[in-house]
């Protein structure tokens, strides 16, 4: 069964795999392999895949942004384990609660999926399309749906890109290449590994995605060019692979005009040979927020729907944020990385600091006031046993005079500091911290 999926020079929805599984009610991994199994089903999703879709990508609304190939299902930069790519979801939208409303993301690569269809026995492509539909059912169960939609892009192929216009100017330079392998040769390391009866050259290198690409000597010999050792074949071909999928990437986010938001630092790197600014959403992108990790992003998602107001208020209260940062500084020199590590300890950390001092010192003040009216309340019941029942009441009532005054005074500065920037930050803090404590310390903690 040949490749014969239809390029063209126009962005179009990539719902071909994803349709598939909604038309046939599709809801689990065991039910796409069963489907798989089905002819007429395999059929028309091999049909779906042939022909992509005939309707133009309309930009989402809201804060949108487009995920770079290392970080959708494509699995051209990362690996195509289910498995790994449910892990790449994860950290997709682990990057994104916090800020956008919706994410391109590229599904299953067409292209690919025939290919590997080529000669193989059923049971094969069953096995096949399961494991293409298990990130895609990782999406809804952590109740990412709805943020996410679905996209084509150009093939990471630059036989291919004369048949989108504006990609015939995105072949990168020969000095470019030549000066990128340059870098990554003095600051990686490569070594010769043996698996089985090949051999295999690897380059090891922070800014790869899991830290390393590998190529074995038959491929590298059959590639090599004229003059080439080859080392430099291997890292002539990193660079250019990662650049002709930043390139498919930088087209689709430009098209869409939308930020881009990539996974792997190489990637970025050459994004940064054709970007003329940053922008806020690209700097939101990159922003850790180390107070609310190893919370699943099903109850992130699901805390900020919880916490609306207060979300939108931290989002708001962020973008200004960037963009009063932005005005003061060389956006084309400026690393989105390095800006966002700057927010997080200029702006958001200190506020997250003040909003804790201000809970603890009105908690403070109401806890000071209980022990006081407990003592007043004592004294009440030693009057009215010693003395008159009139002198009880009369201390009776200035203890309830002060619990309501403390009481709404503390009711006042909780009010105040929910309208805080950063409240829904400090809310996500909480309710990670939350989730390691025993329900007696959470009972204790609201009690205070």
Same mark, same amino acid.
């Given at each position: 069964?040949?490749?014969?999926?239809?390029?063209?020079?126009?962005?179009?929805?990539?719902?071909?795999?994803?349709?598939?599984?909604?038309?046939?009610?599709?809801?689990?991994? !065991?039910?796409?392999?069963?489907?798989?199994?089905?002819?007429?089903?395999?059929?028309?999703?091999?049909?779906?895949?042939?022909?992509?879709?005939?309707?133009?990508?309309?930009?989402?609304?809201?804060?949108?942004?487009?995920?770079?190939?290392?970080?959708?299902?494509?699995?051209?930069?990362?690996?195509?384990?289910?498995?790994?790519?449910?892990?790449?979801?994860?950290?997709?939208?682990?990057?994104?609660?916090?800020?956008?409303?919706?994410?391109?993301? !590229?599904?299953?690569?067409?292209?690919?999926?025939?290919?590997?269809?080529?000669?193989?026995?059923?049971?094969?492509?069953?096995?096949?399309?399961?494991?293409?539909?298990?990130?895609?059912?990782?999406?809804?169960?952590?109740?990412?749906?709805?943020?996410?939609?679905?996209?084509?892009?150009?093939?990471?192929?630059?036989?291919?890109?004369?048949? /989108?216009?504006?990609?015939?100017?995105?072949?990168?330079?020969?000095?470019?290449?030549?000066?990128?392998?340059?870098?990554?040769?003095?600051?990686?390391?490569?070594?010769?590994?043996?698996?089985?009866?090949?051999? /295999?050259?690897?380059?090891?290198?922070?800014?790869?995605?899991?830290?390393? !690409?590998?190529?074995?000597?038959?491929?590298?010999?059959?590639?090599?060019?004229?003059?080439?050792?080859?080392?430099?074949?291997?890292?002539?071909?990193?660079?250019?692979?990662?650049?002709?999928?930043?390139?498919?990437?930088?087209?689709?986010?430009?098209?869409?005009?939308?930020?881009?938001?990539?996974?792997?630092?190489?990637?970025?790197?050459?994004?940064?040979?054709?970007?003329?600014?940053?922008?806020? !959403?690209?700097?939101?992108?990159?922003?850790?927020?180390?107070?609310?990790?190893?919370?699943?992003?099903?109850?992130?998602?699901?805390?900020?729907?919880?916490?609306?107001?207060?979300?939108?208020?931290?989002?708001?209260?962020?973008?200004?944020?960037?963009?009063?940062?932005?005005?003061?500084?060389?956006?084309?020199?400026?690393?989105?990385?390095?800006?966002?590590?700057?927010?997080?300890?200029?702006?958001?950390?200190?506020?997250?600091?003040?909003?804790?001092?201000?809970?603890?010192?009105?908690?403070?003040?109401?806890?000071?006031?209980?022990? /006081?009216?407990?003592?007043?309340?004592?004294?009440?019941?030693?009057?009215?046993?010693?003395?008159?029942?009139?002198?009880?009441?009369?201390?009776?009532?200035?203890?309830?005079?002060?619990?309501?005054?403390?009481?709404?005074?503390?009711?006042?500065?909780?009010?105040?500091?929910?309208?805080?920037?950063?409240?829904?930050?400090?809310?996500?803090?909480?309710?990670?911290?939350?989730?390691?404590?025993?329900?007696?310390?959470?009972?204790?903690?609201?009690?205070?």
């Amino acid at each position: 069964m040949g490749s014969m999926c239809r390029v063209s020079g126009e962005l179009h929805r990539n719902d071909w795999f994803h349709d598939w599984l909604v038309e046939n009610e599709i809801e689990d991994e !065991s039910a796409a392999y069963k489907a798989a199994k089905n002819p007429r089903l395999l059929s028309d999703l091999t049909s779906r895949a042939q022909a992509q879709q005939t309707e133009p990508i309309s930009p989402p609304s809201g804060r949108s942004i487009v995920a770079g190939r290392s970080l959708d299902l494509t699995n051209y930069l990362a690996c195509g384990h289910a498995d790994c790519l449910t892990r790449q979801v994860d950290d997709l939208f682990s990057r994104v609660w916090h800020y956008f409303d919706k994410i391109a993301i !590229s599904g299953p690569d067409a292209h690919v999926f025939l290919d590997s269809m080529r000669g193989e026995e059923p049971e094969s492509i069953a096995q096949e399309v399961a494991q293409l539909a298990r990130p895609i059912f990782h999406i809804r169960d952590i109740g990412a749906d709805e943020l996410v939609t679905w996209v084509s892009k150009p093939p990471a192929c630059q036989v291919h890109w004369k048949e /989108y216009e504006k990609l015939k100017d995105y072949h990168l330079p020969k000095r470019l290449v030549a000066a990128m392998a340059s870098q990554l040769r003095e600051e990686g390391v490569i070594r010769l590994e043996k698996r089985g009866s090949k051999s /295999y050259l690897v380059l090891f290198h922070r800014d790869l995605f899991s830290g390393r !690409s590998g190529r074995s000597l038959e491929h590298l010999s059959k590639w090599k060019k004229k003059g080439e050792t080859p080392e430099d074949t291997l890292v002539r071909q990193v660079v250019e692979e990662h650049w002709a999928g930043a390139a498919s990437d930088i087209y689709t986010a430009t098209s869409m005009a939308l930020p881009l938001g990539l996974g792997v630092s190489l990637e970025a790197r050459m994004a940064d040979i054709r970007r003329d600014s940053l922008s806020p !959403s690209e700097v939101a992108f990159n922003l850790v927020l180390p107070v609310v990790d190893g919370l699943p992003v099903k109850e992130l998602i699901a805390l900020r729907e919880s916490e609306n107001d207060a979300f939108e208020g931290f989002r708001d209260s962020l973008t200004q944020a960037i963009k009063e940062r932005l005005k003061d500084i060389d956006t084309e020199a400026c690393d989105a990385g390095g800006l966002a590590e700057e927010l997080q300890s200029d702006i958001i950390n200190p506020a997250l600091h003040r909003i804790q001092r201000r809970l603890k010192a009105a908690e403070g003040v109401l806890q000071r006031n209980h022990r /006081y009216n407990i003592a007043i309340a004592g004294l009440a019941t030693i009057c009215g046993i010693f003395t008159s029942p009139d002198i009880a009441t009369a201390v009776a009532a200035v203890a309830l005079t002060g619990v309501g005054l403390v009481e709404s005074q503390f009711t006042s500065e909780k009010r105040d500091i929910a309208l805080e920037d950063m409240y829904f930050l400090w809310k996500a803090k909480e309710y990670a911290q939350n989730k390691n404590k025993s329900p007696r310390q959470i009972k204790r903690s609201r009690k205070r």
